[in-house]
């Protein structure tokens, strides 16, 4: 069993810059791909981001890439979400997820085995 806890979510005006972290209990958070994922009111949970076991893979969804980066530090049971130069469409509910699995299904949100609380993130115009 894995418990995730995200912080950091946040109002912030349209170019800032947030940081989301996520903290994992137990010992094996190693052994998990880590994704973070989003639901703004009214729409399906969608992919944003994912990192490898060792972190030496990461995926991002389009309308991210280039401006969000995922970091973990397994010495920490953490994994972070650098959330730069938002855009108001940002606005939602940002989930992490532990997936067990492999990481070809990464994108897939029935695949991941944990699920935090949520963090808000608003982004003003």
């Known amino acids: 069993q894995v418990q995730l806890v995200e912080s950091g979510g946040g109002l912030v005006q349209a170019v800032g810059s947030l940081r989301l972290s996520c903290a994992a209990s137990g010992r094996t958070f190693s052994t998990y791909t880590m994704g973070w994922f989003r639901q703004a009111p009214g729409k399906e949970r969608e992919f944003v981001s994912a990192?490898?076991?060792?972190?030496?893979?990461?995926d991002y969804a389009d309308s991210v890439k280039g401006r969000f980066t995922i970091s973990r530090d397994n010495a920490k049971n953490t994994v972070y979400l650098q959330m730069n130069s938002l855009k108001p469409e940002d606005t939602a509910v940002y989930y992490c997820a532990a997936d067990s699995t492999r990481w070809g299904t990464r994108r897939a949100v029935y695949e991941y085995d944990f699920w935090g609380q949520g963090t808000q993130v608003t982004v003003s115009a």
């Open positions: 990192i490898a076991r060792s972190g030496s893979s990461t």
